[in-house]
């Protein structure tokens, strides 16, 4: 008996120890296109170009569960400590709940005096559950810290269950037994239990649960009680051993162990996704000194100022420069007049410089994209593009055509080989040949680029004012894709 106890002690050592090894990062990144389902790739494109508040539901994988434990039979006797082993499939409708379909094997005995002939009876009961479970997570959602390592759950849910039982009376051999009422065959029963899962890895996971079964059967110990109505029903205790299933590059962990807050908090601690506007404090002239520090509050629109918002007076002479229509008046032409002319007569020369000054013309400046973030298509096996594809880039061609100063450089990669080089010529021909055809977008508009390091299922659309091909032949048409 010792050395068990001691066993069990060192299990717990090692599991602590491997808790302590879990995950602390926030599971997922609302950047990762990766994990987005097709479906919901418009709402992603929105929402990372600023044009939608929310980050879009990841794919999450779902959950193996293996367990066994000690079942009981509440009844009208005396009962055994049976057994009961379960096979569940838990999967996230959200960060809170979850469904979970179920199926059970409890095997109970027990016994007691029949009131009804005197004799002692004594029963066995082997059953199997078929059920689905809704379990509401409430230790998922914090404030106060990142995800969880362990998993509190109530359990409630409906089952169906057949019964085998046997009898034995007076010390007879177990015979079958057969309910005096044929339509109690039809078991039905409500759960009602809670859990605690612990992580030990990002993808296994340990759990307990206590979970009792209430029944419409009053006999499934063969005796009903003439001192009380109550029906029958199952407690059961167990530890059950959860596994994720799933790719890791196609989903996240769980819902239940990651905490949607998240992303509300890192964005509040050092922002990436926010536009936050710039700060304006009060300047009543907008002569960009404020008002806490301009010495002179009403200096008129346009006049250039001094660092604390006086006008200027280059020359000195007490006329402003917004006034003085002579700026760099020499000492000895002082005083001047009201436009800040002085006495001095003005050199021939000026007269012409200045003329030539007010007809020189300045180009103008180089136009520049501001066209902002544009979104990506993603393609799965082939170069062709989805109906949700065509939608994200009917989306693009209006951002497009209202940026008539911009390019956009059509993005692909894979170069890793022949045959993916020749996938990213095809995913991009077919991206500018949509945009062309069926939006209007001018061909001479878009650059051609595949065959660059980066994830071989996506197209990136790029603004840009750089030249470049829009018609890059095949680099390896004898590989070409059958769509």
Same mark, same amino acid.
């Given at each position: 008996?010792?050395?068990?106890?001691?066993?069990?002690?060192?299990?717990?050592?090692?599991?602590?120890?491997?808790?302590?090894?879990?995950?602390?990062?926030?599971?997922?990144?609302?950047?990762?296109?990766?994990?987005?389902?097709?479906?919901?790739?418009?709402?992603?494109?929105?929402?990372?170009?600023?044009?939608?508040?929310?980050?879009?539901?990841?794919?999450?994988?779902?959950?193996?569960?293996?367990?066994?434990?000690?079942?009981?039979?509440?009844?009208?006797?005396?009962?055994? *400590?049976?057994?009961?082993?379960?096979?569940?499939?838990?999967?996230?409708?959200?960060?809170?709940?979850?469904?979970?379909?179920?199926?059970?094997?409890?095997?109970?005995?027990?016994?007691?005096?029949?009131?009804?002939?005197?004799?002692?009876?004594?029963?066995?009961?082997?059953?199997?559950?078929?059920?689905?479970?809704?379990?509401?997570?409430?230790?998922?959602?914090?404030?106060?810290?990142?995800?969880?390592?362990?998993?509190?759950?109530?359990?409630?849910?409906?089952?169906?269950?057949?019964?085998?039982?046997? @009898?034995?009376?007076?010390?007879?051999?177990? *015979?079958?037994?057969?309910?005096?009422?044929?339509?109690?065959?039809?078991?039905?029963? *409500?759960?009602?239990?809670?859990?605690?899962?612990?992580?030990?890895?990002?993808?296994?996971?340990?759990?307990?649960?206590?979970?009792?079964?209430?029944?419409?059967?009053?006999?499934?110990?063969?005796?009903?009680?003439?001192?009380?109505?109550?029906?029958?029903?199952?407690?059961?205790?167990?530890?059950?051993?959860?596994?994720?299933?799933?790719?890791?590059?196609?989903?996240?962990?769980?819902?239940?162990?990651?905490?949607?807050?998240?992303?509300?908090?890192?964005?509040?601690?050092?922002?990436?996704?926010?536009?936050?506007?710039?700060?304006?404090?009060?300047?009543?002239?907008?002569?960009?000194?404020?008002?806490?520090?301009?010495?002179?509050?009403?200096?008129?629109?346009?006049?250039?100022?001094?660092?604390?918002?006086?006008?200027?007076?280059?020359?000195?002479?007490?006329?402003?420069?917004?006034?003085?229509?002579?700026?760099?008046?020499?000492?000895?032409?002082?005083?001047?007049?009201?436009?800040?002319?002085?006495?001095?007569?003005?050199?021939? %020369?000026?007269?012409?410089?200045?003329?030539?000054?007010?007809?020189?013309?300045?180009?103008?400046?180089?136009?520049?994209?501001?066209?902002?973030?544009?979104?990506?298509? @993603?393609?799965?096996?082939?170069?062709?593009?989805?109906?949700?594809?065509?939608?994200?880039?009917?989306?693009?061609?209006?951002?497009?055509?209202?940026?008539?100063? %911009?390019?956009?450089?059509?993005?692909?990669?894979?170069?890793?080989?022949?045959?993916?080089?020749?996938?990213?010529?095809?995913?991009?021909?077919?991206?500018?040949?949509?945009?062309?055809?069926? @939006?209007?977008?001018?061909?001479?508009?878009?650059?051609?680029?595949?065959?660059?390091?980066?994830?071989?299922?996506?197209?990136?659309?790029?603004?840009?004012?750089?030249?470049?091909?829009?018609?890059?032949?095949?680099?390896?048409?004898?590989?070409?894709?059958?769509?």
């Amino acid at each position: 008996m010792a050395s068990k106890k001691y066993l069990l002690v060192a299990a717990l050592i090692v599991l602590f120890q491997t808790m302590s090894l879990a995950q602390t990062d926030f599971g997922t990144s609302w950047r990762d296109s990766s994990k987005i389902p097709t479906r919901a790739l418009p709402q992603y494109n929105e929402f990372i170009n600023n044009q939608y508040p929310y980050p879009t539901k990841p794919r999450d994988q779902w959950e193996l569960g293996i367990g066994a434990g000690a079942a009981v039979l509440s009844n009208d006797w005396t009962n055994d *400590v049976g057994f009961g082993g379960t096979i569940t499939l838990r999967k996230a409708l959200s960060h809170t709940f979850s469904v979970r379909p179920a199926f059970s094997y409890y095997s109970n005995s027990g016994g007691g005096i029949d009131n009804n002939i005197g004799l002692r009876t004594d029963y066995k009961n082997n059953s199997m559950h078929f059920g689905v479970d809704l379990l509401s997570s409430l230790n998922t959602i914090s404030h106060y810290r990142a995800n969880p390592k362990s998993n509190l759950y109530f359990i409630t849910g409906v089952e169906y269950f057949t019964t085998k039982i046997t @009898q034995s009376i007076a010390g007879a051999p177990f *015979v079958d037994y057969t309910h005096p009422n044929s339509s109690a065959a039809n078991n039905i029963g *409500v759960n009602l239990g809670m859990g605690l899962a612990v992580k030990i890895t990002d993808g296994v996971n340990i759990a307990f649960e206590l979970k009792n079964t209430i029944t419409n059967n009053d006999k499934l110990d063969t005796y009903n009680s003439p001192y009380g109505n109550g029906n029958d029903a199952w407690w059961y205790f167990g530890i059950k051993l959860n596994f994720n299933l799933g790719s890791k590059s196609k989903r996240v962990q769980p819902l239940w162990w990651i905490n949607p807050n998240n992303f509300v908090y890192s964005e509040l601690n050092k922002p990436t996704h926010m536009k936050l506007p710039k700060t304006v404090l009060p300047d009543g002239d907008k002569d960009g000194v404020t008002d806490q520090f301009d010495l002179e509050p009403n200096t008129p629109a346009g006049a250039p100022v001094d660092s604390h918002g006086v006008s200027k007076d280059s020359d000195g002479d007490g006329v402003p420069d917004y006034k003085d229509k002579e700026l760099l008046t020499a000492q000895k032409c002082f005083p001047v007049n009201a436009d800040g002319i002085g006495t001095c007569p003005e050199p021939a %020369c000026c007269k012409e410089i200045r003329d030539m000054v007010s007809n020189m013309k300045v180009s103008p400046a180089a136009a520049e994209c501001n066209i902002g973030g544009l979104p990506s298509i @993603q393609f799965k096996g082939n170069a062709k593009l989805s109906k949700d594809n065509e939608a994200v880039l009917a989306s693009a061609a209006a951002k497009i055509n209202a940026n008539p100063a %911009c390019k956009v450089k059509v993005i692909g990669y894979g170069a890793s080989s022949k045959s993916a080089q020749q996938l990213s010529w095809e995913r991009v021909n077919a991206v500018m040949k949509y945009l062309v055809e069926k @939006q209007g977008i001018a061909e001479s508009r878009l650059v051609f680029n595949y065959g660059q390091d980066g994830d071989v299922n996506t197209v990136d659309l790029l603004g840009t004012t750089e030249d470049g091909p829009n018609n890059v032949p095949a680099p390896h048409p004898n590989l070409k894709t059958k769509n």
